[in-house]
């Protein structure tokens, strides 16, 4: 008996648990804040007022965060027993995220307009359902080759479900709108997109791992230069790759999905061939095309929105003083969110408002495409450079688990999951700051959103899959 | 109980600073996982004949890890970006301290004192690995 208890304590995933400790405290520190923030605003307390066990707020406001708290650490014993091995890193570095995107749902949904009291137990409640997702993805792949073999299959059900969502589109018949990609079941709506995302990495690993030879022995050669010529076999796939996500742009969702896509795709030939001939072509490919698209889409006057979205990026905000009219017609419509998300950014200054004291709710969808000014105005520059620590580790540990595994297909998937993370990121966090055209792409794990939320578990899910499989075959190795 | 205010800065500063603390937390786990996996060298690939090679010299050293792959991939543990070695060319093992060594799929072959190694074949220290017309020596 005693011996098996003690097996089981050096089985724990103590590095986790340990790692768990600050999270919490961070997000029952910030849940306190929230609450007293609140008095604030319903004129119970003020800045002078001094604290008591009276006007203290109740122990239940701690609810949500204790709930969230509880999940984790049930995770976290559940993986004790069954996946000792598996990666120790990431579940705290994304349990964190999703804990402060839950307090920014719960802080922003009562400001907006209209008030959505709902939203933060809503967060929760996906939180949640993600957490389970990620142990259902970790039980389900007893065998990493079940996703090789029948990838096809997923494809297929991932392009049905996003087939049904331009059906829609054509049904709603507003070209003009950035979102078609929607699907409701009763009471849930679901992106087939975010998890179309997961699928496409998926086929790509497959195709990419199977023909690696394919890439590479055919150059042409001009002076000392190496010009790569793709063969029909891989132009084929190339082609229709390109197609999808610009038949995506042009038809169920923004620019953000076609440019993920396309991003991916980029990086796993990379990947898979180790010519960096194919990405620069591929860009260049893509800035042609996505120019040719724009002009004549322009012509016609539909999709006026990108068009918007790129006069945005050359608008001067810092010049305010010097602004014609119709440059402030300008910045209280078309440019409005990005205007007020730099307004919020700027407030925010280097230690933010804190947390419930800031107006984030004044950049319009802060709660999800802008939800980075809004960490910015109630956070600080010092909380924004965290997060985005806490991305860059999450980056690490995935490729990590990449370099980690030994088959090819594994290294390619976990590689690839990871830079869905990367790319999504780069391209939300570039967008909110007015670096590049804003894009309707979540930050993962803080953005509001239930489809965002479970797809992100489900990669971590599947990388730390890898990672346990790695970890038990290394270990077989070590005994023979 | 402090002002209200006073409260709240304090909430404020200790945020930041517990966030850094949590990212220092994690960057001194991951030092030490990597300290700890940190591979035992038992290996080495010393190039003595370039054969038509321009990017290696004789003497080149490279480090084996007990799965080591040599290609011009970039997902090979030794990456070679040379015209005569394959994507993926050849795989070098460790088991229980002796080296193995088999071709994956190489145009020019990989062979151990000049026999083909299509299966995987015992290296001694000291044997020459050929990948194409390059000369290698292991070193142990």
Redo the contacts between chains.
């Keep these: 008996m005693s011996r098996s208890f003690s097996y089981s304590l050096k089985r724990y995933r103590w590095?986790e648990f340990?790692?768990f400790i600050?999270?919490f405290?961070?997000l029952l520190?910030?849940m306190?804040?929230l609450l007293?923030?609140r008095l604030?605003h319903s004129g119970t307390?003020?800045?002078?007022?001094?604290?008591?066990v009276h006007n203290l707020p109740t122990i239940q406001g701690l609810i949500p965060v204790i709930g969230l708290i509880v999940a984790l650490f049930a995770v976290n014993i559940f993986l004790s027993i069954f996946f000792p091995k598996a990666d120790?890193?990431l579940l705290?570095?994304t349990g964190?995220l999703s804990g402060i995107g839950v307090l920014m749902a719960l802080r922003t949904g009562p400001a907006l307009s209209p008030p959505d009291p709902t939203q933060g137990t809503r967060q929760l409640m996906w939180v949640i359902l993600g957490l389970i997702a990620f142990l259902i993805t970790m039980i389900i792949l007893k065998n990493m080759r079940w996703l090789k073999q029948y990838r096809y299959i997923l494809l297929a059900i991932g392009l049905l479900l996003l087939l049904a969502s331009v059906v829609n589109a054509f049904r709603v018949k507003n070209f003009n709108s950035p979102t078609h990609d929607q699907l409701n079941f009763g009471p849930f709506s679901l992106q087939p997109s975010e998890f179309l995302k997961i699928i496409l990495v998926i086929v790509f690993a497959g195709f990419l791992s199977e023909r690696?030879?394919f890439?590479?022995?055919n150059d042409v050669h001009i002076g000392f230069l190496r010009i790569p010529v793709p063969r029909v076999n891989e132009l084929g796939p190339l082609a229709i790759m390109l197609g999808i996500s610009l038949l995506i742009f042009l038809g169920i969702r923004e620019l953000g999905l076609a440019l993920l896509i396309y991003g991916i795709f980029l990086c796993m030939i990379?990947?898979?061939?180790?010519r960096i001939t194919y990405v620069v072509g591929g860009l260049l490919i893509f800035a042609a095309s996505s120019f040719l698209g724009y002009t004549v889409l322009s012509h016609f006057h539909i999709f006026s929105y990108v068009g918007e979205r790129f006069q945005t990026i050359t608008f001067n905000v810092v010049d305010w003083q010097h602004w014609t009219a119709a440059d402030e017609l300008f910045a209280e419509n078309a440019g409005l969110q990005i205007v007020q998300g730099l307004i919020a950014l700027s407030s925010g200054g280097i230690?933010?408002a804190?947390?419930g004291?800031g107006h984030p709710t004044f950049v319009p969808v802060v709660q999800s495409d802008m939800i980075f000014t809004g960490l910015g105005e109630e956070?600080?520059l010092?909380?924004l450079f965290?997060i985005i620590?806490?991305y860059m580790?999450i980056l690490?540990?995935g490729y990590r688990i990449a370099v980690e595994t030994?088959d090819?297909f594994n290294?390619l998937l976990a590689a690839g999951l990871t830079s869905i993370f990367a790319i999504e990121t780069l391209i939300i966090i570039a967008a909110n700051m007015n670096f590049f055209p804003l894009t309707g792409l979540p930050l993962p794990f803080l953005s509001y959103g239930g489809s965002s939320l479970l797809a992100n578990y489900i990669i971590i899910g599947i990388l730390m899959r890898i990672s346990h499989d790695t970890a038990l075959a290394k270990e077989r190795?070590g005994s023979? | 109980m402090p002002q209200l205010d006073v409260f709240l800065l304090i909430l404020r500063l200790l945020f930041i600073v517990l966030l850094y603390l949590f990212l220092l937390q994690v960057i001194i786990a991951i030092t030490r996982d990597l300290r700890a996996k940190a591979p035992v060298i038992k290996g080495r690939l010393i190039v003595i004949d370039k054969g038509p090679s321009t990017f290696l010299n004789v003497g080149d050293e490279f480090l084996l890890r007990p799965e080591t792959t040599i290609g011009r991939g970039p997902m090979n543990t030794i990456r070679l970006s040379d015209g005569f070695i394959s994507t993926e060319h050849a795989r070098l093992r460790n088991r229980n301290g002796k080296w193995y060594v088999q071709n994956i799929k190489s145009t020019y072959g990989t062979y151990v004192n000049r026999q083909p190694a299509s299966d995987e074949i015992l290296v001694n220290p000291g044997d020459i690995i050929n990948l194409g017309p390059i000369a290698f020596k292991l070193v142990q």
């Design positions: 590095k340990w790692l600050i999270p405290v961070i520190l910030e306190t804040q007293l923030a604030i307390l003020n800045g002078t007022s001094f604290l008591n120790q890193m705290p570095l964190l690696r030879d890439f590479g022995n990379y990947l898979g061939s180790g230690l933010g804190g947390l004291l956070l600080g010092a909380g965290g620590a806490i580790l690490y540990r030994a090819p290294q190795e023979e």
